[in-house]
T-cell receptor, first 114, second 119 residues
Framework: DGGITQSPKYLFRKEGQNVTLSCEQN?????MYWYRQDPGQGLRLIYY???????QKGDIAEGYSVSREKKESFPLTVTSAQKNPTAFYLC?????????????FGPGTRLTVT | AQKVTQAQTEISVVEKEDVTLDCVYE???????LFWYKQPPSGELVFLIR??????QNEISGRYSWNFQKSTSSFNFTITASQVVDSAVYFC????????????????FGKGTHLIIQP
């Protein structure tokens, strides 16, 4: 089945450690996105990529890094510079980078940093 | 800058009642797209509808209907004869086209409305 997978579903880390969240899609979509969701809040855009080997900062990119070496994969690294990393992280993709098509979302990764 | 406001933080109704979720948006673009997503307790967002700024025709899909009014910058969502399975958080979102250089640079979300359907 086509879709977006994120792993793991739950992730626990100690403060000061970097952690990488996985996002893979087999929908042959061009554009991919990372959002962060805090309790009672909407989703906020961290990074997005419209094409392989290129990505752009979103509204809250500080403390995060990404790579897009393959069309199918868009991993997100939460660095120790991110002041409040505990959150629910959602990855999404859309079919084209030239038009606001609907975005399809993965199941999310819930990150807890203590 | 674009903005989406969902003023209703939480709505609770009894099953079979009709319920309307409000969404008001702000944008300077003349071309934009509006979306509704459903987030059940599992957390994954489910796409419900996309509407472009040139199409103000209301849409109905089963028990769901959407009312888009450019004059009031609103894109409201109504569930008719609500069911317990409709319980979720619902998000309205906006994507500008020209300001974003094409429209694929991410969605601006409202804070969501938590809908509780009581049996």
């Amino acid at each position: 089945d086509g879709g977006i997978t994120q792993s793991p579903k739950y992730l626990f880390r100690k403060e000061g450690q970097n952690v990488t969240l996985s996002c893979e899609q087999n929908l042959n979509h061009d554009a991919m996105y990372w959002y962060r969701q805090d309790p009672g809040q909407g989703l906020r855009l961290i990074y997005y990529s419209q094409i392989v080997n290129d990505f752009q900062k979103g509204d809250i990119a500080e403390g995060y890094s990404v790579s897009r070496e393959k069309k199918e994969s868009f991993p997100l690294t939460v660095t120790s510079a991110q002041k409040n990393p505990t959150a629910f992280y959602l990855c999404a993709s859309t079919q084209g980078a030239d038009h606001p098509y609907e975005q399809y979302f993965g199941p999310g990764t819930r990150l807890t940093v203590t | 800058a674009q903005k989406v406001t969902q003023a209703q933080t939480e709505i609770s109704v009894v099953e079979k009642e009709d319920v309307t979720l409000d969404c008001v948006y702000e944008t300077r673009d003349t071309t934009y797209y509006l979306f509704w997503y459903k987030q059940p307790p599992s957390g994954e967002l489910v796409f419900l509808i996309r509407r472009n700024s040139f199409d103000e025709q209301n849409e109905i899909s089963g028990r769901y209907s959407w009312n888009f009014q450019k004059s009031t910058s609103s894109f409201n969502f109504t569930i008719t004869a609500s069911q317990v399975v409709d319980s979720a958080v619902y998000f309205c979102a906006l994507s500008e086209v020209f300001s974003s250089g094409g429209g694929a640079d991410g969605l601006t979300f409202g804070k969501g409305t938590h809908l509780i359907i009581q049996p």
